[in-house]
């Protein structure tokens, strides 16, 4: 029985130290003040990335247009053509990570990857975890009504149903700034959309990437106001500390507005699903990291 | 039939294929080592010391009580935090599914070996077999033939938690059919349905020939 007794207690003694850790690890997630980086593994300043000769970027598999793998398996995507560039820019080999929106920030903590490009909305939260470089999109609220009654200005709302998505920022900011406002809220955005073209509600709102989208394969519905509320910026993000990197991406994409690389990078990969409308883009698009 | 014509497009019908290879891979590695660590798990539980019976009570609690997406988060991102290694993504789900494998398959092996009556302990320790000899030869072989049921029911259900890996970066064939869907569905908005359809149906392939062979082998041993 001895060999027995060894080897639960090696399985006891295992279990116990990943359950410690994590405890841990939720601590650190939940308390770290920003300051402190010691639950961060080694990162790679952009000498190491150039010597490994080897980019890592965190990107989106399956949101199309901004990063997915279309049907060769090939990544393609707003995301992907910049990451492409980078890699180019520094010299180096590129390896794309497939990431998921909820484990963006884990994926930084640990230096699995050097940089996450996975329309990452900056927010106080996040940046508190990670290091964001300039944006080089921006996303706002937008409202999508029938054609035969268009919604060109959100006063126009006031008395009117308006569709939302439980949970999305389009909720809280109808709630908070027009309370005249009838809202219709739904747990899915299908089933919103569906409450949309049954003419349930006068209008839908939502981001207005998402909305700009929809309308374009849905004739009969126009986006009436393409941004509303306040805009977010979409920014890559390197692991908390690594302020070499972090200077090298804010310097490539105040270099880049030169050329105007991200207008080209709409044309090449989201014309396809928003248009070649100037508006639309010039309402997506950050050149140079200005808003 | 709207949407079908998206399996066949590209290379979509091999990339879902390589993504089950990815599932099987991860799970018959992980099933292969529960096996064998489940079944030793299972000798050591059926121990009448308090302070082991504990021991093992809270390690398979612990397993239990925690679902296996936290787990996969905790070796994947908690280890490399703590202590810098890197695991891979697919090491780590192996380390995970044989973490909770071995809890299970340690439950089930526990609960055959106390089903072997009494007297069958106690003559083969009198005939002078060791404790080891007993297990392997006399308890063992006995207690096979009501575990086979559990074991593969356990796999089926490994397999497809297999899903949940894709979260940390690894693509199995779950996750390339949401890509696919993805990357058409603006083109496709209905492909959905019919890549679902054919995961639906490599997840069967894969699980069906295994209680085929559960089938067989209870009627096997049964025989005996």
Redesign the interface.
């Known amino acids: 029985m001895k060999i027995f007794k060894k080897i639960a207690a090696f399985f006891a003694a295992s279990a116990l130290a990943v359950t410690f850790a994590g405890c841990n690890n939720q601590q650190e997630s939940g308390g770290n003040d920003g300051s402190d980086n010691s639950g961060n593994a080694a990162y790679k300043t952009v000498d190491q990335i150039k010597e490994s000769g080897e980019v890592t970027i965190g990107v989106f598999s399956d949101k199309n247009p901004f990063g997915y793998v279309d049907n060769t398996g090939k990544y393609q995507g707003y995301d992907v053509y910049f990451a492409e560039r980078i890699a180019q820019d520094l010299g180096v080999e590129l390896k794309l990570v497939p990431v998921e929106a909820a484990s963006r920030v884990e994926f930084l903590e640990t230096a699995k990857v050097d940089i996450i490009l996975a329309n990452f909305t900056v927010t106080d939260e996040r940046a508190q975890k990670v290091d964001f470089a300039l944006p080089y999109m921006k996303v706002a609220l937008g409202v999508v009504s029938p054609d035969s009654a268009i919604i060109k200005e959100a006063e126009e709302l006031n008395g009117k149903t308006l569709i939302v998505v439980k949970g999305t920022t389009a909720e809280t900011f109808f709630t908070e700034n027009y309370p005249d406002v009838k809202l219709q809220k739904y747990d899915e955005y299908n089933e919103a959309y569906s409450a949309l073209q049954d003419g349930r509600g006068d209008a839908f709102s939502t981001d207005n990437t998402e909305v700009l989208a929809w309308a374009k394969s849905n004739p009969g519905f126009t986006v009436g106001v393409e941004t509303l509320g306040s805009t977010d910026a979409i920014a890559p993000a390197v692991t908390k500390g690594n302020e070499t990197l972090l200077k090298w991406l804010n310097d490539e994409i105040a270099a880049l507005a030169d050329e105007q690389f991200f207008h080209k990078d709409y044309d090449e990969t989201l014309a396809a699903v928003y248009g070649d409308d100037e508006a639309y883009k010039e309402n997506l698009v950050v050149e140079g990291g200005k808003m | 039939m709207q949407g079908i014509e998206?399996l066949f497009?590209?290379?979509?019908l091999l990339?879902l294929l390589s993504g089950l290879w990815v599932t099987i891979r991860i799970s018959l590695i992980s099933i292969g080592f529960s096996l064998i660590?489940g079944t030793?798990?299972g000798?050591?539980m059926t121990?009448k010391k308090p302070v082991?019976k504990a021991?093992?009570r809270?390690?398979l609690e612990?397993?239990r009580i925690?679902p296996q997406l936290?787990?996969l988060?905790?070796?994947?991102?908690?280890?490399?935090?703590?202590t810098?290694l890197?695991l891979g993504g697919e090491t780590s789900a192996v380390i995970v599914f044989t973490?909770w494998g071995?809890a299970e398959m340690g439950d089930l092996v526990r609960g055959a070996f106390l089903s072997i009556p009494r007297h069958q302990f106690e003559s083969s320790l009198s005939l002078g077999l060791s404790?080891i000899q007993m297990y392997v030869f006399i308890i063992f072989p006995q207690a096979i033939r009501g575990l086979i049921p559990n074991v593969i029911n356990l796999s089926t259900r490994m397999i497809k938690t297999t899903a949940l890996v894709?979260?940390?970066?690894v693509?199995e064939v779950l996750?390339v059919g949401?890509?696919?869907?993805?990357?058409?569905?603006?083109e496709y908005?209905n492909a959905a349905i019919w890549v679902y359809a054919a995961i639906f149906f490599m997840y069967f392939l894969i699980c069906f020939p295994l209680s085929m062979a559960a089938r067989a082998l209870t009627k096997k041993h049964g025989g005996e």
């Open positions: 998206v497009m590209g290379n979509n990339r660590l030793l798990l000798a050591v121990s082991i021991i093992c809270v390690y612990i397993v925690m936290v787990w988060f905790v070796v994947f991102f908690g280890v490399t935090k703590l810098g890197n973490i071995a404790k894709s979260l940390i970066g693509t996750k949401k890509q696919i869907i993805d990357a058409n569905r603006f908005p």
